[in-house]
Structures are given as structure tokens and as C-alpha cells.
């Protein structure tokens, strides 16, 4: 199996090649869906269930091919006519998916099938039992008008995400300072940052501005400035998109058969209901009160060192504050922790970290992408039986740019069968180029996780299974948990050195964990603070149309669940969720970090000790987690690694401590 080819192109003709080879992918993707589609509608009295739910499963893969590609070059490609083509394929493929799951006579043909002649293998089993419950959820049992109706708001609701996902994406606010406003920031971050012909220095809402600005800076009416700007990114053209997404995913879900949508989107995942969720939300608030009073009030004590008379500290505060507490009270400077944690060595730590946990090396190919800050890996295997056999392929597009997507994450170009088509990944994120955050690091050692098993679970026989493919609120535990590689001395001193070429200290990284522990009451209540904007917006249309009103104003809501959850309170003026990105693709279920952070802690501990690279224990962990997919409920994935069911003990001894 070859990676996809991705096209050639110069700076003269990117536009043109980039347009048609979209075009043609989509319509080729398309096209063979529809063709297998059409085989899969004559087996109504098919023999041979497999071959069926084969046909229609690698259907499903021809159409998520032309959707990942749609999803992907429309959040990265430089040029906006490209980004539009992508996102129209995406939609094509959307609508596509919407007609095929209200098609009667296609879920005849499944309704048909004879399971017996299943027996003796349980992933097909498991691929009709899904296929079914896909069609149940999807109202094909309703009437005619009903099901074009959910078919429209299906198309708008594709509409609505790509259009919010753009507002973001686009809105990239600016601040203009002199440069001795800059009193306090890294010196590399003021020489990447020299004024203009007026005098005056641009600063940007793009992460690699907003978080050292906030940190660092001594002026605080810069710091207030940057996280209005910040707070404000796309307000207000954001609240009338959200208001009619919540409105219409509402009403989908009420029509075939749910409560609300919470519930609906709760059905397929490890939670189960939508009423779970809340309970949730409140069980790890109330898990984090007493770590969150204890923070709060080393916070505030040094606050009014320097605003004697303040009762709470001021969000655009928050950032600087916490940094200097842990300069103050364990040590840590920022600023010279980011001497260890220059980009290009951590790239390569983070590839050389994760071969050796995994059995895995990166080997660097020149290929063709869609921009020149692209780097593509083949992941060959580097241990046991498949020694030097490529197994997939990754790009990492890590940093800002216009038009770019502007949080982290990592997209599907292609998901793998055996066979059938190789595993190949992107990570989407927006890091400086020069010295790192360590929070930075933790970050793309989370994003990696992603990518990592999207790779390894490319190699079964369905398209449905392939990939991160299990429950959603399960799908951020193997990036959590990778997460604390970087924090181990041990492993940091690989990669993380400074510019003489000096380890970071084993005695500073302690100092650091100290300190990250410091925060964690207030970082998990603001975590649940986003959880429940993500319910709770989803669930007031609910609530409403029962009382026979309308939903609270955004905002309005946004204000009351941060008075209620958050660590600090509303700083005025400003619009959280219009940038909340979450509420697209994540919809009700932001609870699933936290779900997930729970089970994480449960598996690394399987790592503790001496274990950290232990071959064994790793090699089980990849072969019994993470290669496997979706072939199996998250819980027995996890149960299988772990030899018992997890539990929530390792997570609240982590919060206590």
C-alpha cells in the first residue's frame, strides 16, 4: 500500500493544480461510493452477509475519503478559492451520507441480513449490529416529509459547522503597542516582534502572541487588552450561527425518537445518556472545589501584593499571576524554561520519545503538500517480527498562518485498510518557530497521541473500525496519557537542552511538576466550566420548548455556568463560546477530556516505576489499545491492557494530591 499522491505545484500554478486535483478527488471519491452503493442495493437477497457489509463499508470509506480531504484542505490550504472547493466536497460527501442513512431500501437490505451466517466473526457482527443502529439513529423509519426534512437540516447542519469553523479561523484580532509595552516578554519574542514604520509593534490573537503576552507582560493594560481582543474573536458573527445550530440539532434529535441532543449524541458513546453528563460535570467539580480554594488563595495572596484591596483576580490577571507564583513560591521561570524547549529539537525528541515507546522510527520523504512549512514521515516498524515494513504516513503543519486553522488537532488525509489503502495523518497546530512553552510541548506530545493511533489502527480489514474509531469520550485518553512522557526528567533530557547544549535540570522539571500541580484546581474548574457551556447550550432548547419560551441569550447563559463552574468570573464585554471551536465537532460532549483524563490516569499506571519504556508493557498497550480501534467497546479495550475495569481512583488521588 503507497500513501496518497498529493499533487506538484509552484508558487505560479498552486491555485490552479491545487483546485483541479481537489475537484478531481472529490469527484473520483464521489463516484465510487455511489457505484459500490448501488452494488450493496442489489443484495437484498444476498447469500453472503460479509460481502455485503464489506461492500458497504468500503462505500463508506470512498465517501470518508472525500470528506477527510474536504475537512483538511479546507481548515490548512493557503489559498482561500482551494479552502472553498475542499469544504464543498466535504459537503457533497455529507449530503451523500444523509441521502444513503434515509434510504429505505438500503436498510432493508441490512435489515435483512441473516446474522447467523455471521457466526464465528464477531467484527462483522459488529459491523451489521452498528450499520443497524446507524439507520435507526438516523430516522429512516419515518415518513417522507419527515425524512426530508431531516435531510435538510442535516445539509445545514454541515453549513453551520463549516461556517463557524471559518468565523474562527478568520477573525484574527490585533493590538498596536509601543515597544516598551513589551517590558517583561522573552527577548526572542521582541525581536520577532519589531515595530512597524509608525513606531508601533502588531501583536495577534494567534496563540504565539496571545499566551507569552499574557504570561510575560509587565503592563497590564496590555495584558487586559490582548484577552478582550482574545475573548471577543468571532463575536458577533458566531451567536446567530450557534443559536440556529443548537435549534436544528435539537430538533433532529426529537424527531428521531431522543429527549434532547445531548442524549442523542450520548447514545454512541462510553457515558450513555445524555443525564450523565451533568452529573458528571458536577462529580469532578465537586472532586476539584477544595484543590481550587487552595489555589485561589495562594493566588490571591500574592495578587494583593501588588492590589491590596482586591477581592478576586482579574481574568486577563489570571496568566501573569499564576506565572509568578511559580516563580516565586517553586522556582520556576518560564522564561528560562523555554530556553530548553527550542522547536526544531523537540520535534525530533517527540519522534525519537515515541519510536522507541512504540517499536516505531520516523523516516523523512520530500513529498508535495499544500505548504513548504510541511514535514511528512513515513512510521516504519523498528522492533519485533515486521522490522523496517512502513506502516503509514504523517505530516506535521505546525505552525501559524493565515487562513489556518488556529487550535491543535490532528486530521485524517486517508484511514487505513488492509490492503485497501494506507493510514495517513496530519497535525494541525500553531507553535512558534523558535522557544517553546513547555505547555507547547505537552500539547504536541497530546496531538501526536492522535496521530500515533490513527497510524497504528490503520491496518484491519474495515473502514468502519480503522483509525480513532472508538466511543468519542474515549478518544482523548491515549493523547493524555502520552502527555506524561513529557513530563519525566528523564525523557525531557533526550531533547530538551539549551543553547551551550546543557540537559534541562532533573531538579528544575520537579519544580515544574510542583508547579503544574499548583494550578490544577483551577485549570479542572475551568475545564467543567466548558463542559457545561457544551451541554448545557445544547440542552436549553429542551428546557425551553418544554416551557414554551426560548433558549437564554448566549452570553447571558455563558455568564451564569461561569459564575457557577469557572475558577475566576466573566470579564465584561467579552464572548467565550463565538471561539469555542468545540461546539462544532465536540457539539454536547467537551466533558469527554475530562471522561477521558479519568481513564488515562488509569492506564498510565500500568507505565509507573521503572515501566516507562518497558517493551512489554508497551508493546501490549499498542497492540491491545490502540491498534485495535474501534473493533471492541473502549471499556474492554481498556479492561484487556489493564487486566481489570477502570476506575476513578488513580485520577482522584492525581486531584487531591
Known amino acids: 500500500m503507497t500513501p496518497l499522491d498529493l499533487p506538484t505545484s509552484s508558487a505560479d500554478d498552486h491555485r490552479e493544480v491545487w483546485s483541479a486535483w481537489v475537484s478531481e478527488r472529490a469527484r473520483a471519491e464521489l463516484a465510487a461510493a455511489e457505484e459500490l452503493v448501488e452494488q450493496v442495493r442489489s ?113 445545514r447542519l454541515t453549513e453551520l459547522d463549516q461556517e463557524f469553523s471559518k468565523v474562527i479561523r478568520d477573525d484574527v484580532r490585533t493590538v498596536r503597542v509601543t515597544p516598551d509595552r513589551l517590558d517583561g516578554l522573552p527577548e526572542d519574542f521582541r525581536t520577532a516582534h519589531p515595530a512597524g514604520e509608525d513606531g508601533l509593534v502588531t501583536l495577534t490573537t494567534d496563540y504565539p502572541d496571545v499566551i507569552p503576552v499574557r504570561m510575560f507582560a509587565r503592563d497590564q493594560g496590555l495584558r487586559r487588552d490582548i484577552t478582550v481582543a482574545f475573548l471577543q474573536r468571532g463575536w458577533p458573527d458566531a451567536e446567530p450561527l450557534l443559536t440556529e445550530l443548537f435549534a436544528l440539532r435539537h430538533e433532529l434529535a426529537t424527531t428521531v425518537g431522543f429527549e434532547d441532543w445531548p442524549s442523542y449524541d450520548a447514545d454512541v458513546k462510553m457515558i450513555g445518556t445524555g443525564a450523565a453528563i451533568p452529573a458528571f460535570i458536577d462529580r469532578i467539580a465537586d472532586a476539584a472545589a477544595e484543590p481550587l480554594e487552595r489555589d485561589l488563595a495562594v493566588l490571591l495572596e500574592r495578587y494583593r501584593q501588588d492590589f491590596g484591596d482586591a477581592t478576586a483576580i482579574e481574568p486577563y490577571d489570571a496568566s501573569h499571576y499564576q506565572e509568578l507564583v511559580r516563580a516565586e513560591q517553586y522556582q520556576v521561570d518560564s522564561q528560562q524554561v523555554r530556553t530548553y524547549f527550542d522547536f526544531a529539537k523537540v520535534r525530533q525528541g517527540l519522534l525519537e520519545v515515541t519510536g522507541r515507546l512504540f517499536g516505531l522510527r520516523y523516516q523523512p520523504v520530500q513529498v508535495a503538500t499544500w505548504h513548504a512549512d510541511v514535514a511528512s514521515y513515513d512510521v516504519v516498524v523498528a522492533r519485533g517480527e515486521r522490522v523496517g515494513e512502513a506502516i503509514g504516513r504523517i505530516h506535521l503543519d505546525l505552525h501559524p498562518r493565515e487562513g489556518k486553522y488556529k487550535h491543535a488537532a490532528q486530521f485524517t488525509l486517508t484511514d487505513g485498510v488492509a490492503g485497501v489503502q494506507a493510514p495517513e495523518g496530519v497535525l494541525v497546530c500553531n507553535f512558534p518557530r523558535g522557544l517553546m512553552e513547555h505547555d507547547d510541548v505537552v500539547t504536541l506530545f497530546h496531538e501526536f497521541g492522535h496521530l500515533l493511533h490513527h497510524v497504528l489502527a490503520g491496518h484491519g480489514d474495515w473502514f468502519r473500525f480503522a483509525g480513532v474509531a472508538t466511543e468519542w469520550d474515549f478518544v482523548e485518553a491515549p493523547s493524555q496519557m502520552l502527555e506524561e512522557w513529557a513530563w519525566d526528567a528523564e525523557v525531557l533530557q533526550t531533547f530538551a537542552t539549551d543553547a551551550s547544549g546543557t540537559p534541562i535540570p532533573t531538579e528544575l522539571v520537579e519544580k515544574m511538576r510542583a508547579a503544574d500541580d499548583y494550578g490544577k484546581g483551577i485549570q479542572t474548574r475551568t475545564q467543567m466550566f466548558y463542559a457545561s457551556m457544551s451541554y448545557w447550550f445544547h440542552r436549553d432548547p429542551a428546557d425551553a420548548a418544554a416551557a414554551g419560551g426560548q433558549p437564554p441569550a448566549l452570553t447571558d447563559r455563558m455568564i451564569e455556568l461561569q459564575a457557577r463552574y469557572a475558577a475566576l468570573p466573566y470579564l465584561e464585554g467579552t464572548h467565550m463560546f463565538a471561539s469555542f471551536g468545540h461546539l462544532g465537532g465536540y457539539s454536547s460532549g467537551y466533558y469527554t477530556y475530562m471522561w477521558s483524563l479519568v481513564i488515562a490516569k488509569d492506564l498510565f499506571s500500568a507505565f509507573s516505576g521503572d515501566a516507562l519504556f518497558d517493551p512489554e508493557v508497551a508493546g501490549r498497550y499498542r497492540d491491545r489499545v490502540l491498534a485495535r480501534g474501534g473493533q471492541a467497546d473502549a471499556a474492554d479495550l481498556v479492561a484487556d491492557f489493564l487486566g481489570r475495569a477502570y476506575s476513578f481512583d488513580a485520577y482522584g488521588a492525581w486531584l487531591a494530591r
Open 43 to 155: 443484495q437484498s437477497d444476498a447469500a453472503d452477509p460479509r460481502a455485503t457489509l464489506q461492500l458497504w463499508d468500503r462505500a463508506a470509506g470512498h465517501l470518508g475519503n472525500a470528506a477527510a480531504m474536504g475537512s483538511l484542505i479546507g481548515n490548512v490550504h493557503p489559498d482561500a478559492e482551494v479552502r472553498d472547493l475542499a469544504e464543498a466536497a466535504e459537503q457533497d460527501a455529507q449530503r451523500i451520507a444523509t441521502r444513503w442513512s434515509l434510504d429505505r431500501g438500503l436498510y432493508d437490505v441490512f435489515a435483512g441480513l441473516d446474522t447467523g451466517e455471521l457466526a464465528g466473526d464477531p467484527l462483522a457482527e459488529r459491523m451489521l449490529a452498528k450499520v443497524r443502529n446507524d439507520f435507526r439513529r438516523s430516522g429512516v423509519d419515518r415518513d417522507d416529509a419527515t425524512r426530508e426534512r431531516i435531510a435538510a437540516i442535516n445539509e
